[in-house]
């Protein structure tokens, strides 16, 4: 066969040579171990929680390694194409500080545009560039037009398929596979001609010398060693379009644009013995790969499922309504990336993630579990340990989006708002109640007049009348002035009288002697000012609402209650 003439019959509008291109994409200039990494996502939808794992890996061993991190974006299937979901992708990723050095980024007016010396970063804006390395491949002998339609192919493949199944004669369908193969390859230039002539469109093919009976040794970054099946197929390069599969674009593209590790997910394990045969018919050096399990979650029955599309915690752009700040889910997918990180941070409780340093040997292999429980403790750790300024406008900023009541209240008096804030916060145990910002409104709600309500209600088995009489006995000697000890001395007085035990150690020795203690008391009194049993340190709130709220909510109890 005369490949010179075949490759200009099937590409005669190339006129590039591979070296061409390589000058375009020169070596980085970087220093010694740093890594180049990507993330590439085919827009096809909103960023999901298995694709913020890979992409936090790659985006912490660049930056860890004084590399470069960039943004591809895969479009190579337009079928499949949202419209808007590339910029959608740039904006939550950067919410989750996924930031990008390179590659697709979006402009002043929101629209993708390239950031970088090794663009496109589009794949579908790299067309001519696949199809040079495809003239190439096809130069050499290593690749070869395929005209059957794709319906054809497609038809075929269904048959051959049904066929093995229905026999399960996997050695059958091996070798109806090669013959296929063989028949395929099987033409000469006239009936390139004739084809080309007629307008037919044709698929490129690469034309595979492998044996899946050798084995190839390979080292994934996470799993270890590996044996991997030299592979036979020959699989697609070019679509009839002339636009790259997944295979061929990721072989030119990682290599002229100089990623030296691969962080994608174990979906793509499968082609590995593709992407090696590829890499080494085009000359290219092969980069580092890390293959990052599925995120797995637990079903109804507790048995561990995918974390499907569809499933809650899936979609990124959900977080933000749940309440979750970016901090706790960035934590938190630290948490499940690298063993050691809970280790660290609790020594390092005020520093960033991003000064944790991370270490690929720390992955594990199996898939991650996602847990909101274990997310809940996470974030409830990290607000924890902000300050009520913060706190504050965080939770402002939050509540404009998706309570604006709440905000109005939260802001009519913010040193108000800031105070109940500060409760519980700054030492070294200090409050964990709230998960999210969804939490705050049923925590302290009730120091806003329009969200108070009675929640729970008074503690069971007591008499109303003791109830009030508390209440009334409070109102009588209550001065907001008073230190917390006075304060206290006041409530334990009230027990005394009602024949509560002011003392706790007395009522332990014989509960029975008494109709309850002091605690209950404190209970009837906090029920009526929060309308909640369980609230915050019942001082510092009667000290936050100030003396007229709590005086007029006791009051208001009182009346209810006779
Ligand atoms: N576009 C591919 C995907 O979304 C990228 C895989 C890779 O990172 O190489 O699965």
Redesign the pocket.
């Known amino acids: 066969m005369d490949y010179q003439k075949l490759a200009e019959l099937l590409f005669p509008h190339i006129t590039e040579t591979p070296a061409d291109i390589e000058a375009k994409y020169p070596p980085r200039n970087l220093p010694e171990g740093a890594k180049v990494t990507r993330?590439?996502?085919?827009p096809t939808g909103f960023v999901h929680f298995g694709g913020l794992f890979?992409s936090t890996v790659a985006e912490r061993l660049a930056h860890q390694s004084k590399g470069v991190f960039y943004l591809r974006i895969?479009d190579t299937d337009a079928k499949r194409e949202v419209e808007g979901a590339a910029q959608g992708l740039i904006k939550t990723l950067a919410t989750y500080g996924i930031n990008f050095d390179e590659g697709a980024v979006l402009d002043e007016n929101g629209n993708i545009t390239d950031k970088g010396a090794y663009g496109p970063y589009k794949q579908s804006m790299r067309g001519p560039i696949y199809q040079t390395y495809a003239k190439q491949l096809v130069l050499e002998g290593k690749a070869y037009p395929c005209f059957t339609t794709e319906e054809e192919l497609d038809e075929l493949h269904q048959i051959n398929k049904k066929e093995a199944i229905k026999n399960t004669d996997w050695q059958a369908e091996a070798e109806a596979r090669r013959a296929e193969t063989l028949a395929r390859r099987n033409f000469t230039l006239e009936d390139v001609e004739e084809h080309i002539k007629a307008g037919h469109p044709f698929v490129l093919r690469i034309l595979a010398n492998g044996d899946p009976e050798k084995k190839t040794k390979f080292t994934d970054l996470v799993r270890g060693a590996l044996e991997i099946p030299e592979n036979d197929e020959d699989f697609v390069l070019l679509k009839s379009d002339g636009i790259p599969t997944?295979h061929f674009a990721?072989a030119v593209d990682d290599h002229l644009m100089g990623t030296t590790h691969?962080?994608?997910?174990e979906?793509?394990l499968p082609s590995l013995a593709k992407h090696i045969q590829l890499f080494s018919y085009l000359g290219f050096k092969l980069p580092k790969y890390m293959h990052i399990s599925q995120i797995m979650r637990l079903d109804e029955n507790g048995n561990k499922k995918k974390l499907s599309k569809r499933d809650m915690g899936a979609n990124m752009d959900d977080y933000t309504g749940m309440g979750y700040s970016p901090e706790a889910v960035c934590e938190y997918v630290m948490t499940l990336l690298n063993s050691n990180y809970e280790e660290w941070h609790a020594k390092n409780a005020d520093k960033p993630y991003t000064d944790f340093p991370f270490n690929i040997k720390k992955m594990s292999v199996s898939g991650c579990l996602f847990d909101f429980n274990k997310l809940g403790d996470v974030s409830k750790n990290i607000i924890s340990r902000m300050s009520a300024d913060t706190v504050y406008e965080k939770l402002v900023a939050w509540a404009e989006q998706f309570d604006s009541d709440f905000a109005v209240q939260l802001k009519a008096d913010s040193d108000y708002t800031k105070k109940i804030l500060a409760i519980g916060r700054g030492g070294k145990k200090p409050r964990k109640d709230l998960a999210t910002w969804v939490d705050a409104k049923p925590y302290m709600g009730f120091f806003y007049d329009p969200y108070y309500t009675m929640v729970d209600g008074y503690p069971a088995g007591f008499e109303n009348a003791d109830i009030v009489a508390t209440l009334e006995k409070f109102l009588e000697t209550y001065d907001a002035s008073d230190a917390m000890n006075v304060w206290f001395d006041k409530i334990k007085a009230i027990a005394e009288t009602l024949g509560y035990a002011s003392d706790m150690k007395a009522y332990k020795a014989n509960p029975s002697a008494f109709k309850g203690n002091v605690a209950d008391i404190s209970s009837f009194i906090r029920v009526a000012v929060t309308g909640k049993q369980n609230a915050p340190d019942l001082y510092t709130v009667m000290q936050i609402l100030g003396e007229e709220r709590t005086r007029a909510r006791i009051a208001a109890q009182i009346a209810e209650l006779k």
Request: no cysteine.
């Open positions: 993330f590439a996502p085919s890979p895969e997944y990721h691969v962080i994608r997910g979906e793509w």
